[in-house]
């Protein structure tokens, strides 16, 4: 079973940035899609964006010009790179497939914004 370990989240001010590493403990490179979700306070698991093997990205529309989605097959790690954050972005992000049955789920990364 591959394990995921997610890490780069913090506090940070609204219109700051953060950059978010899930690290795989076996190969992603044979991944069709990955993905970074998250969970904000008593909200459901949502999926943020994805990222297909020949490194075409897709985002929600809620992200989508603030976020930059990328994988490194060779290091087995999925990046996530947030710009102008939102208090609504706050939550606890993971990394997993996409279309596919998920691996077990990380522990997560908590993102606070402070507006």
């Known amino acids: 079973q591959v394990q995921l370990v997610e890490s780069g989240g913090g506090l940070v001010q609204a219109r700051g940035s953060l950059r978010l590493s899930c690290a795989a403990s076996?190969?992603?490179?044979?991944?069709?899609?990955m993905a970074w979700y998250r969970q904000a306070p008593g909200k459901q698991r949502e999926l943020v964006a994805a990222i297909s093997s020949s490194g075409i990205p897709n985002y929600a529309d809620s992200v989508k010009g603030r976020f930059t989605i990328s994988r490194d097959n060779a290091k087995n790690t999925v990046y996530l790179q947030m710009n102008s954050l939102k208090a609504e972005d706050t939550g606890v992000y993971y990394c997993?497939?996409?279309?596919?049955?998920?691996?077990?789920w990380g522990q997560g990364t908590q993102v606070t914004v402070q507006s």
């Open positions: 997993n497939v996409f279309l596919r049955a998920p691996f077990p």
């Open positions: 076996g190969s992603i490179a044979s991944i069709n899609y």
